[in-house]
Nanobody
Framework: QVQLVESGGGLVQAGGSLRLSCVAS????????MGWFRQAPGKEREFVAA????????YYGESVKDRFTISRDNAKNTVNLQMNSLKPEDTAVYYC???????????????WGQGAQVTVSS
């Protein structure tokens, strides 16, 4: 079992930055690919970014590529999402998730955090 807790959400103006963090507890953090997903009201949950266990391989959704950066610190059981040049369409609840598979598909992630609200005003 893995418990995930996000922090760092909030309200920011368009063009601003936010940094989300997710702390994991439970089973060995290094065993998991970590991902960030988001869900806006009335929309399906979508992939944002993922990072492999070693922190070397990263993956991004098209809408956030070149603006968001995912990173992890295995010594601290933490994964971060640095979000720059934020847009109103980035407004959503952001979720941290963990999987043992090489995937970016929502159904393949086994553990989820409670979510952090990010609101970008225009």
């Amino acid at each position: 079992q893995v418990q995930l807790v996000e922090s760092g959400g909030g309200l920011v103006q368009a063009g601003g930055s936010l940094r989300l963090s997710c702390v994991a507890s439970g089973r060995t953090f290094v065993s998991y690919r970590m991902g960030w997903f988001r869900q806006a009201p009335g929309k399906e949950r979508e992939f944002v970014a993922a990072i492999n266990w070693n922190g070397i391989s990263t993956y991004y959704g098209e809408s956030v590529k070149d603006r968001f950066t995912i990173s992890r610190d295995n010594a601290k059981n933490t994964v971060n999402l640095q979000m720059n040049s934020l847009k109103p369409e980035d407004t959503a609840v952001y979720y941290c998730a963990a999987t043992t598979q090489n995937t970016i598909r929502v159904p393949d992630y086994d553990y989820w955090g409670q979510g952090a609200q990010v609101t970008v005003s225009s």
